[in-house]
């Protein structure tokens, strides 16, 4: 079997499709996309087919190797995510030539179902508790929410106060044992993050994802000392060997690689290998679209650690037309039910895509950007 082709569809609401074609008939899907930078991602998987094609699909380690090391400049948001791509592809054709999914190729399930997490809501969030109520009676037992909107690295005690009294709200609204948490979204700078994890700790969060940036992995130490919420993070970070710094830290509890941003299912395979070594949780990033959700279940299948799963059905992103299930033959291959997900069980990824709903979707595209946000100062504040 040989690589024949590598096409990308740009859809709705932001994502980047690829698919690789073989000479066999058997192809592939991957998901290769950072979020507001699409076609440079795309441009980058272009300059990959010259390698790829003519390659044996199922050589996918080499391959790997060979996309990462043979290029003199490696790792990065843009590469990586080109890589991952590829990656969730090949494994697609590897499973269906094999007639089995992909997990079963990666030594067989530890679990049928793995819990799942919902959005509640966008950027400042005003009807928090509301939106914790409508997810809650959508059968989620967990739900996430930005902590605060934008914040100066030093600011005012009044935003903490805000972001205290919308927790309060969710917490009162869903009860004590429906998981929540709390994103910061790397907007807290180190100043301030000491003082809002103090405040959030009486709710008894599920997690904080991102109080710091992970650039600053060195200082979270300090911030969470004393601190009993569970940490997360890990979404801008792309590679086994960035993580091996989260780990020496020992300070993170839960880490979040993106199936779509760092390496696809090969490289989390083995970040998730080595949280395990650590006693380190594997919650994977997944704000996306359905293939990178497949290839994330694949993981989360084999690997013990893995807890809950992000997934971004209904998520403010994604409009009519454009979610989660709109470009799957079947939506019922993820099967939600009490708050988790099955395994899909079919060949490959075990989705099958609509691939007429992408071509037309494709001609319209997307040019989606994530907002610029700037303080009362004028100064750019993190989104």
Known sequence: MKITALKTFLVAPRWLFLKIETDEGICGWGEPVI???ALTVRQAVAELEDYLVGKDPLRIEDHWQAM?????YRGGPI???AIAGVDQALWDI???AAGLPVHQLLGGPCRDRIRIYSWIGGDRPSDAAKAARETVDRGFSALKMNGTAEMQIVDSHAKIDAAVETLAAVRAEVGPYIGIAVDFHGRVHRPMAKALIRELEQF???FIEEPLLSDHIDALGEVVRGATTPIALGERLYSRWDFRKVF??????????DLSHAGGISECRKIAAMA?????????????GPIALA?????DAVSHNAFIQEQSLGIHYNGKGSDLFDYLKDPNVFNYADGSVTIPSGPGLGIEINEEAVVEAAKTGHNWRNPLWRHEDGTVAEW
């Open 204 to 206: 008894r969060l599920m």
């Open 295 to 299: 290839a994330c279940l694949q993981v």
């Open 79 to 81: 590469l990586m995510s």
């Open 248 to 257: 020496e830290s020992r300070v993170v509890d839960i880490i979040q690689p």
């Open 35 to 37: 979020e507001g930078r």
């Open 94 to 96: 590897k499973g269906k």
């Open 276 to 288: 395990e070594a650590y006693d380190v949780a594997f919650a994977p990033h997944c704000p996306l």
């Open 68 to 72: 990462y090391r043979g290029a003199f």
